[in-house]
């Protein structure tokens, strides 16, 4: 029987039953949320998106949000610092459709990336991270400068070794470390000119979610077609969603591409130009 929303709702309110949260669900924006009693701090969770885990692996993706939504309720209930815990802080890439404030109206701190990405910054917890916001930058009297400099200097640090497959002719790399920074690497410039440098066709790059990125040295068209194809699989199935456009990576510049079934990209300004 096919999962519906409202079973979905029935699901996780057992789930989440906890006389120190509350839960609720918001039958036009299918979404379910979860919150502490006491601050109205939570998490809400797009149902669509849980159906399709559901679908796919069972009680295992439902074990999976409650640990999630748990640890980042425990997290809420914690006041962070930030001094003496730099090496801990990394970039976090959102689609521009991702909140500039947190759900206390507390500005986040953020930076513009392209036209369907922006770069948040996060503190790492080990099993979750919290977004910074302006009050943290405030109370320890940082700049955004100071705290992009540093999350830069943090990503660059990061493992990039890719896993490759060989594909009509292209030549895929994915990284996908789970460590909750794998679309971050897009942010480490040395790595892609790397990349770029020894690619035979053109650079193409996808983080349709958080937890990978995809790398594509584009020798014909149907690498373009695979790679549409394989960034909206992947878009559709993440937990963090980003973008399920691609880009095309040329002289240090990101330029998302629409992909057209058996034809070479076109770049947003060129699908302008044709207007």
């Known amino acids: 029987m096919k999962m519906t929303s409202i079973k979905m709702k029935q699901l996780l309110d057992d789930r989440f039953e906890n006389s120190d949260w509350r839960t609720s669900f918001n039958r036009d924006k299918d979404t379910y ?14 149902i ?11 009680d295992k993706a439902i074990e999976e949000l409650h640990y999630h939504v748990e640890e980042a309720l425990k997290m809420m209930h914690k006041t ?6 730099e090496q801990q802080i990394y970039p976090v890439i959102r689609s521009t459709s991702f909140p500039k404030k ?37 109370k320890e009297g940082w700049t955004s400068e100071k705290l992009k400099e540093i999350s830069m200097f943090n990503v660059r640090s990061l493992s990039t070794e890719p896993k490759i ?51 594509v040295d584009v020798q014909n068209d149907m690498g373009y077609d695979i790679l549409a194809q394989m960034t909206m699989q992947y878009f559709a199935e993440g937990r963090v969603p980003i973008t399920s456009l691609s880009f095309l990576y ?18 947003k300004n060129e699908s302008k130009k044709d207007e």
């Open 33 to 46: 949320r979860v919150e502490w009693q006491d601050t109205h701090q939570g998490v809400s969770i797009t």
């Open 48 to 58: 669509p998106n849980v159906i399709a885990k559901y679908e796919q692996n069972g």
């Open 80 to 85: 962070q610092n930030l001094t003496g815990k």
């Open 102 to 138: 947190t759900k206390s109206g507390i500005n986040l701190v953020y930076s513009e990336h392209t036209a369907e990405t922006r770069i948040y910054y996060a503190l790492d917890l080990d099993n979750t991270y919290q977004l910074i916001d302006q009050q943290m930058l405030d």
């Open 165 to 215: 497959d060989h594909v009509a002719g292209n030549d895929f790399y994915f990284i996908a470390t789970k460590d909750g920074y794998d679309a971050s690497r897009i942010l480490n410039e040395t790595f892609l000119e790397e990349m770029r440098t020894n690619a035979k066709g053109e650079l193409a790059i996808a983080v349709p979610h958080q937890d990978v990125l995809i790398l």
């Open 250 to 267: 040329e002289d240090k510049h990101l330029e998302p591409i629409f992909i057209l079934a058996k034809n070479k990209p076109t770049t």
